[in-house]
């Protein structure tokens, strides 16, 4: 038996990433993974090769396909227990050269999309008195880095976001969590990833995964509000 038989998880930018190695220890649990994203190829590859993992494209920008993806998957699979708030990106410039599309883009992914797919969730989630709902942050949200004013304010609000959620949904009996990763190794960071791994390290996309299995197998009526993982060897405190 597994910690998650029976349950079904819903993972945004399931398919690389964070996002799918969640999905692998979830399923590795005998979660039902359902693999939401706007990348078709990537996503359908992923959901080949996690065990009961299905891919349903998404863009969470769009509230009518967030809508039907909800819908989709109570009605395939059943309610929906666990949402994983994963879909993100990023556009690193400086302030005064950032288009404001770029900005309003990364506000609409990180932020909007996380409220539309925590809205349709704890509307199948409360009626059952139960659920999870972990929303992926970043210590971006809480110590900047330079040239990354969209990022670090669409993870500041998500962290504000978390909390909120988490009141409302606390007398329904659902907890609400976020888990802020330091440096992962994920495409966000494009040509700079060798460069940042060996300057910081970063940390495997599996202990991502373990992390996040921790946070939604707490006994019922515990919650692990905020949890922050990162190499031993970050900057954290004083980051710059």
């Known amino acids: 038996m597994g910690q998650l038989d029976r349950k079904i998880a819903v993972i945004t930018g399931g398919g690389s990433g964070i996002g799918r190695a969640i999905a692998e220890a979830f399923a590795e649990e005998g979660a039902t993974c359902i693999l939401a994203a706007r990348g078709v190829e990537r996503l359908e590859a992923a959901a080949s090769e996690i065990p009961n993992a299905v891919a349903i494209p998404t863009d969470v920008l769009e509230d009518d396909q967030v809508e039907a993806l909800f819908d989709r ?15 993100g990106m990023a556009k690193p410039c400086p302030t ?11 506000i609409g992914v990180n932020v909007t999309g996380c409220f539309l797919c925590a809205r349709k969730a704890l509307q199948q989630m409360i009626p059952r008195k139960s659920g999870r709902i972990l929303n992926i942050g970043s210590i971006s949200g809480q110590m900047s880095r330079p040239h990354s004013v969209a990022y670090t304010t669409s993870k500041f609000a998500l962290d ?18 976020a888990l802020h ?37 707490m006994a019922p009526g515990t919650n692990v509000l905020s949890s922050i993982i990162l190499p031993l060897s970050q900057p954290y405190l004083g980051r710059g």
């Open 160 to 177: 504000g976001m978390t909390r909120s959620l988490a009141l409302d949904a606390r007398e329904h009996g659902i907890a609400v969590s």
């Open 73 to 87: 998957v109570a009605a395939d699979f059943g309610p929906v227990d666990i949402l994983v708030n994963n879909a």
């Open 181 to 217: 990763p330091g440096n992962v190794p994920t495409n966000i960071w494009g040509e700079l990833i060798e460069q940042v791994a060996e300057a910081e390290g970063m940390v495997p996309l599996e202990d991502i995964g373990q992390a996040a299995l921790s946070m939604v197998t």
């Open 96 to 106: 005064h050269e950032l288009p404001p599309d770029d900005f309003r883009q990364v």
